[in-house]
Nanobody
Framework: QVRLVESGGGLVQAGGSLRLSCVAS????????MGWFRQTPGKEREFVSG????????VYSDSVKGRAAISRDNAKDTVWLQMNNLRPDDTAVYYC?????????????????WGQGTQVTVSS
């Protein structure tokens, strides 16, 4: 059974930072590209960032580019998303996802496994 478990969300003031973690089990983590998505009520889920299975390539949405950094440790089956200079519009539930592709993709349909999400709330 594949599990992706996110943690690290919480309440933070604008301008602050958070580091989200996602620990995977039940899959060959090193053979999956990983992605972070987010969703707010009433809106579609949107791509935030993704990283290739060996970590050599990463992609960011325009909304977080320059403020976020994705990384992974295949020995720990973990992917992280460091978010800096947080803004109120970053408030959302953040989801970790795993794709059997080598390279990351922004297409959520290409992700086979999803975590339960972690809430990030940024106050102004």
């Amino acid at each position: 059974q594949v599990r992706l478990v996110e943690s690290g969300g919480g309440l933070v003031q604008a301008g602050g930072s958070l580091r989200l973690s996602c620990v995977a089990s039940g899959l060959t983590f090193s053979q999956h590209a990983m992605g972070w998505f987010r969703q707010t009520p009433g809106k579609e889920r949107e791509f935030v960032s993704g990283i290739s299975w060996k970590g050599g390539d990463s992609v960011y949405s325009d909304s977080v580019k320059g403020r976020a950094a994705i990384s992974r440790d295949n020995a720990k089956d973990t992917v992280w998303l460091q978010m800096n200079n947080l803004r109120p519009d970053d408030t959302a539930v953040y989801y970790c996802a795993a794709s059997p592709l080598v390279r990351t993709t922004q297409n959520e349909a290409r992700y086979a496994y999803w975590g339960q999400g972690t809430q990030v709330t940024v106050s102004s």
